[in-house]
């Protein structure tokens, strides 16, 4: 099996909470670091969860705190994950700490690396692009060492669900994520498009806590919480299973399916900051270097996570 090098960066919240634990448990993903930033909630919640989350799952994993601002426009937080970010779920103060490193320095240093030992790594976004994209300001020379950027973000052909047009990764930090699109880098994007096909129900949060072993508590409480109520927009109850599809389609691409396309980032409207255009057809005469992804198998998926979830059941000694 081949195991695949990547930093998570996040700002958790219930769906990149999801995420980590299933990725912990992922033995085609080797997670170097994680990396925090501004997005659902300010950053030193999201830090403080993200140290909670490694702690819960037994999973050391290094994590570095990063920019606690946009780059240009003023913080925007999230409104479906409570005021500590994590819904219900109540876990005990973490006893671990951020690195002291900057995560900034961090993705600088590590994609250096990377491209100096010609093994270029994968960043795995699943929150606002803050922290990728000041790296690539700082040190453009690391795009040498990324392999590909797989993040949850945008809409296409759906709506928005934090404007009428944008998403929230992307709204929350619209600059970060131009910057981003204007590499040439390989990207893979799954937007709204695809997440809205896979929605997190009260059966699947059955099921999934029923596997789940020692963390179904607390993945209960994070999964109920999640729950948008909202059948006429999303038809069916439960919610959009945002940032754990990153996860599935770096270990299961197959399930899923997608369009190559040149991405831009509105940036001048007040009305559709952070809007997100594909150009399908190549008509800006640009690298279509995007994979966005618009069409999955979600009982796939969900068979997935119930196989990854079930790894947390201890194993009698
Ligand atoms: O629009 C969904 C995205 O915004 C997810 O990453 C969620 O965690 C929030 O950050
Ligand atoms: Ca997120």
Not at 142 to 162: K, P
Not at 168 to 197: C, E, G, M, S
Not at 243 to 251: K, T
Request: proline residues 7%.
């Amino acid at each position: 099996m081949t195991c695949r090098s990547v930093v998570i960066d996040c700002d958790p919240g219930i769906d990149d909470a999801i995420a980590l634990l299933a990725a912990f448990k992922a033995p085609e993903l080797n997670i170097e670091a994680i990396t925090v930033v501004n997005g659902n909630r300010p950053l030193e919640t999201t830090l403080r969860n993200a140290l909670q989350i490694t702690e819960l799952a037994k999973c050391p994993i290094p994590v570095f705190s990063g920019c606690w601002q946009p780059l240009v426009r003023d913080p925007l937080h999230g409104r479906f994950h409570g005021e500590q970010g994590l819904g219900a779920c109540q876990l005990p103060a973490p006893a671990s700490s951020a690195q002291e490193l900057h995560a900034v320095d961090y993705l600088i240093q590590r994609c250096r690396q990377a491209g100096a030992e010609q093994s270029p790594i994968t960043l795995c976004c699943l929150g606002p692009l803050t922290n990728v994209a000041t790296a690539l300001m700082i040190a453009p020379d690391i795009v040498t060492g990324i392999e590909r950027v797989v993040l949850m973000g945008g809409a296409y052909r759906e709506s928005g669900n934090t404007s009428l047009y944008a998403e929230f990764n992307t709204l929350a930090d619209p600059h970060a994520a131009d910057v981003l699109f204007r590499q040439n880098l390989p990207i893979t994007v799954l937007p709204l498009d695809v997440t809205h096909k896979v929605m997190l129900t009260p059966e699947h949060v059955d099921a999934l806590t029923a596997v789940a072993g020692r963390i179904s508590p607390a993945l209960n409480a994070l999964m109920a919480s999640w729950d948008r109520n909202d059948v006429r927009r999303y038809g069916s109850r439960g919610g959009p299973l945002h940032d754990p599809l990153v996860i599935a389609w770096l270990l299961r691409p197959e399930f899923f399916t997608s369009e190559k396309a040149r991405v831009y980032v509105e940036l001048d409207s007040r009305e559709t900051l952070g809007r997100t255009t594909a150009d399908w057809y190549g008509k800006t005469q640009q690298p279509q270097n995007v994979n966005v992804v618009t069409g999955v198998n979600a009982e796939k998926v969900f068979a997935l996570f119930c196989q990854l979830f079930s790894q947390y059941q201890e194993v009698e000694e």
